[in-house]
C-alpha cells in the first residue's frame, strides 16, 4: 500500500509568480484536505476536496484554488504569490474514519 | 483566544523519563482529540485519536481529556531518544466527519541519550 506522495518537495518562486503543489491520495482513499505549515508553528486547513468537490475550506483567500481528479489525486494552486505564502504545504488523504489524516513529507515553498 | 493553545517548548528530558505534553481549548462542543508527531523534515503522522472525556493506552503512550477543564494531554512513559520530535495535538472542527483539524503549535520534544 502506497502512501501520500507530494511533488515538488522543495521549489522557489518570486512573489507575484503562481505555483501548483501535485498530490497522490493513499490507495482507497478518496479525501484530500490541503494544509500550509509555516515555520514553528501547526499545520493551518486549506480545504478540502471529496469526489472532486470542495467540501470545506479554511480561512484563505480564494488565490488558494484546488482541484481533485477522478482518481482522488489533488492539486492546489496559489496565485499572485506573497512573501508569507513560504511555508510547508502538507496533503492528507482519508477513508471513512473521523480524523485520521495520513499526512505526505510536504512541498516546502519558498516565496523571494 | 486562539482555539487551540499549545506551549512549543521546547522541552528536553533524559532517556527514561515520563513526558507529559498539554493542550488547552476553548470550544466545550469540541468532541474527537487527536495527538500527531511530527519528525524534522516529515508530515505529521496520527498518535493517538480520542473520542469526548476519558482516557485511551498506547504502548508507552496514554491520551487523556478532560472536557470540563477544556484540557487534553498525552503522556509518554519510558522515553527514548526515538521519541524526539514535535508533538502536535489537533481537534476535529467537522464533528467528527474526517474534515478540518485545528491543530496546536506544537511541541518540540527532545530526549537526551
Known amino acids: 500500500e502506497t502512501g501520500v506522495t507530494q511533488s515538488p518537495t522543495h521549489l522557489i518562486k518570486t512573489r507575484g509568480q503562481q505555483v501548483t503543489l501535485r498530490c497522490s491520495s493513499q490507495?482507497?482513499?478518496?479525501?484530500v484536505s490541503w494544509y500550509q505549515q509555516a515555520l514553528g508553528q501547526g499545520p493551518q486547513f486549506i480545504f478540502q476536496?471529496?469526489?472532486?468537490?470542495?467540501?470545506g475550506r479554511g480561512n484563505f483567500p480564494p488565490r488558494f484554488s484546488g482541484l481533485q481528479f477522478p482518481n482522488y489525486s489533488s492539486e492546489l494552486n496559489v496565485n499572485a504569490l506573497e512573501l508569507d505564502d513560504s511555508a510547508l504545504y502538507l496533503c492528507?488523504?482519508?477513508?471513512?474514519?473521523?480524523?485520521?489524516?495520513?499526512f505526505g513529507e510536504g512541498s516546502r515553498l519558498t516565496v523571494l | 483566544q486562539k482555539e487551540v493553545e499549545q506551549d512549543p517548548g521546547p522541552l528536553s528530558v533524559p532517556e527514561g523519563a515520563i513526558v507529559s505534553l498539554n493542550c488547552t481549548y476553548s470550544n466545550s462542543a469540541f468532541q474527537y482529540f487527536m495527538w500527531y508527531r511530527q519528525y524534522s523534515r516529515k508530515g505529521p503522522e496520527l498518535l493517538m485519536y480520542t473520542y469526548s472525556s476519558g482516557n485511551k493506552e498506547d504502548g508507552r503512550f496514554t491520551a487523556q481529556v478532560d472536557k470540563s477543564s477544556k484540557y487534553i494531554s498525552l503522556f509518554i512513559r519510558d522515553s527514548q531518544p526515538s521519541d524526539s520530535a514535535t508533538y502536535l495535538c489537533?481537534?476535529?472542527?467537522?464533528?467528527?466527519?474526517?474534515?478540518?483539524?485545528?491543530f496546536g503549535k506544537g511541541t518540540k520534544l527532545s530526549v537526551k541519550p
Open positions: 489537533a481537534i476535529d472542527d467537522y464533528g467528527g466527519s474526517q474534515g478540518n483539524l485545528i
Open positions: 492528507a488523504s482519508s477513508s471513512k474514519r473521523a480524523g485520521e489524516l495520513f
Open positions: 490507495s482507497g482513499h478518496n479525501t
Open positions: 476536496y471529496y469526489r472532486e468537490e470542495e467540501n
